[in-house]
């Protein structure tokens, strides 16, 4: 192993000594503490500290890094005070995350780190919209991000380099290759001999380095990071190393030869760095005692202070309250309802007209407002609603993607990181599978797990009725009202929709808005020309009845609509308008209003919202009730292509003889 200190002057080598010690000693005490049953789960990062101490310290302090479970030294070399972090081990109120995460798992904007999520991959997205964002300010800064060699063979670590390379962004790509997925040898990985090998087939630079070095760790990087903001472009770098733990402490490591063991504890960064300090007089090994005794005095301290004040103290209230980031609803903003709109100078708009001007006017407000999507740009997106957008605001702020949604929208959280907001366009709900995890690990927990705002919108094209078939047609908004963090808005009307997705837009949470598109051009309302908001969470009462109520929302409204004015029956219609969170007051108003409930949607009966709400009805408003809560849905099939089969399979063919049921009673 051969050291290079080029103009680096012995205070800062020093100084490079201490910052890969203290990971180091730190990990020796967790493991002391681990067995001692202090802490519960320990992932060791010994024998790898030179990888993310060598790329904290080539990096500006505020340079987004996205570190795994083995970077300790990127947490220290940030100076994050480390009885803090003790905190956060042993699961303290007071640690980063207040209890709720463990090890690595969480972040902080104040020292630029953002926390990972057990899935590894997503990671290096978010540092793509960290990168695009510095292009957007013109700032000549990078992010980092690390992912392990098993890593690689994640579909998101494929997508995220696709994207930087075709975006041009500012990123390093560090993979730490220590050989093992777990317990997984890199043979059963992948079959390239190496891999930065990848980096070409990206359009990327890349190279390989001794990442057990750490001054080549740290000049690699510090000159990559020059390359990459003088070129606008990505970059791999493949370190090699070993661990010389188990993948978390109870895995062990009985799969490892014992020669390979051998081999690497010879190659101990921390050990050949005393040694070269040592042949270059820079240290002497008196002096080497005397760092680690500092060292760990200072281990010793920060532990104390650690150390629990009082009982952990629960309060279920705040816990359910830091799901969501505080909204700044009605701060300025004009806030409308559909019975002030001829108060309002007003213009007769499409559905999806509504949803155009929501979407431009909330551009020209919003200066740091980006819209990704496929198509979207000269094209216009599927639908044609962004169609313009590109020559009055510029392809910097509307993106055309590549296929791959589960990078976008990681993209779209590490543009919140740095203060935008953005829209992300499903070019059809059936398509949000591929960002599921983006979407339910990453965007809906975050706020949560380290207060961190995920300030995004994904518009949802959705529903049947149009004869598009089982991919093009899935209501699949029931998937994600199971998910804390998530915001689900689902409109019916042109002034619904300009209201909710200004709302939405303006909401510092992740909402997933879903539109209809069998509504897009086939109704039209009343829109004020002003910029107003809809307030997420709360139900609009569509119509009084006495005989029985309606709740239901998007298309079905319109179901519902149309049957009242056909019967002689007189029905009372509540348009929910937002699945996640639900107006429980506004359904309890329905419950009361006739004593008989049906839950109308055009989603598959069972597992669909109306499940839930009718559990709740059971529950809360049983004395108001006259009947039981009957449910009408469409058939849990997937969605046929034939017109025919398509309108038997939607809940609207079964409206009459659901109502006639209920009537019974």
């Known amino acids: 192993m051969h050291f290079h200190r080029k103009n680096l002057s012995n205070e800062q080598l020093i100084d490079f000594y201490k910052s890969i010690l203290l990971p180091r000693m730190i990990e020796e005490k967790m493991l002391l503490l681990l067995r001692q049953g202090k802490i519960s789960k320990w992932f060791s990062g010994i024998g790898q500290e030179a990888i993310a101490v060598g790329a904290a310290l080539a990096l500006q302090r505020d340079e987004w890094i996205m570190p795994l479970h083995r970077n300790l030294g990127v947490f220290t070399a940030r100076n994050m005070p480390l009885h803090k972090l003790f905190m956060q081990w042993q699961g303290n109120k007071e640690g980063y995350s207040n209890g709720r995460e463990r090890s690595f798992h969480f972040g902080s904007k104040e020292h630029h780190i953002c926390g990972m999520i057990s899935h590894l991959g997503p990671q290096l997205a978010v540092a793509d919209g960290v990168a695009l964002a510095h292009v957007l300010k013109n700032e000549n800064k ?21 994207v930087a390379a075709v975006w041009d962004l500012p990123i390093i790509f560090l993979v730490e290759n220590n ?3 777990l317990s997984t040898p890199v043979h059963e990985q992948f079959r390239c001999q190496n891999i930065v090998d990848k980096a070409k087939g990206y359009g990327m630079e890349g190279v390989q380095i001794d990442g057990n070095n750490l001054l080549a760790v740290y000049d690699t990087i510090k000159g990559v990071r020059e390359y990459c903001i003088e070129h606008k472009k990505p970059y791999l770098i493949e370190c090699m190393t070993f661990r010389m733990r188990g993948h978390e402490e109870a895995s062990g490591i009985k799969y490892v030869p014992p020669h390979l063991l051998e081999e690497w504890a010879q190659k101990d960064p921390v050990k050949k760095y005393e040694e070269y300090l040592v042949l270059e007089d820079v240290l002497t090994y008196s002096q080497i005692e005397a760092i680690k005794k500092e060292t760990k005095e200072h281990i010793e301290e920060e532990l104390h202070k650690a150390e629990p004040m009082e009982d952990f103290k629960i309060d279920s209230g705040v816990e359910l309250s830091d799901v969501y980031a505080p909204t700044t609803f009605n701060s300025g903003v004009a806030v409308l309802e559909k019975n002030a709109t001829e108060e309002n100078q007003s213009q007769e708009l499409r559905f999806i007209d509504a949803i155009r001007s929501a979407l431009e006017q909330n551009l020209e407000k919003h200066e740091h407002l980006v819209i990704m999507g496929q198509d979207i740009a000269e094209y216009g997106g599927a639908f044609k609603i962004t169609e313009g957008f590109v020559e009055k605001f510029g392809k910097a702020r509307i993106r055309n993607t590549p296929i791959c949604e589960s990078a976008i929208v990681g993209a779209a959280l590490g543009l919140s990181l740095e203060g935008y907001k953005s829209v992300v366009e499903m070019q059809f709900a059936d398509f949000v599978t591929m960002a599921f995890n983006q979407i339910v690990n990453n965007l809906a927990k975050i706020y949560y797990r380290w207060q961190q705002n995920a300030d995004v919108v994904i518009r949802m094209p959705t529903g049947a009725g149009v004869g598009a078939g089982p991919f093009h047609s899935q209501s699949n908004e029931a998937w994600f009202t199971h998910v804390p963090g998530l915001k689900i808005v689902y409109p019916s009307n042109p002034f619904d929709a300009k209201g909710l997705l200004t709302a939405a837009i303006n909401d510092p949470n992740p909402v997933l808005f879903f539109e209809h598109k069998a509504l897009y051009r086939s109704i039209s309302g009343k829109v004020p020309e002003e910029y107003y908001e809809v307030e997420i969470g709360k139900a609009f ?12 929302y998007g298309l079905g409204v319109h179901w519902a609509l149309e049957y009242a004015s056909q019967t002689h029956l007189s029905i009372d219609i509540t348009d929910l308008r937002t699945l996640l969170p639900l107006d429980y007051e506004a359904i309890q108003n329905a419950v009361k209003k006739t004593g008989k409930i049906l839950i109308l949607h055009e989603d598959t009966l069972t597992g669909g919202i109306g499940g839930e709400i009718a559990a709740w009805i059971a529950e809360h408003c049983f004395e108001w009730l006259d009947a039981p809560v009957m449910r009408c849905a469409s058939l849990d099939t997937p969605i046929p292509f034939n017109k025919e089969l398509e309108n038997n399979f939607l809940a609207k063919s079964r409206l009459d003889e659901a109502v006639q049921k209920l009537m019974k009673f």
Do not use: K, P, R
């Open 541 to 552: 009462h569509v119509q009084d009845g006495e005989d029985l109520s309606i709740i239901t």
């Open 142 to 162: 990078v992010a980092l991000a690390f992912s392990g060699e098993g890593g690689t063979s994640e579909g998101d670590f494929h997508e995220a380099l696709n």
């Open 179 to 181: 050989g093992y997925g």
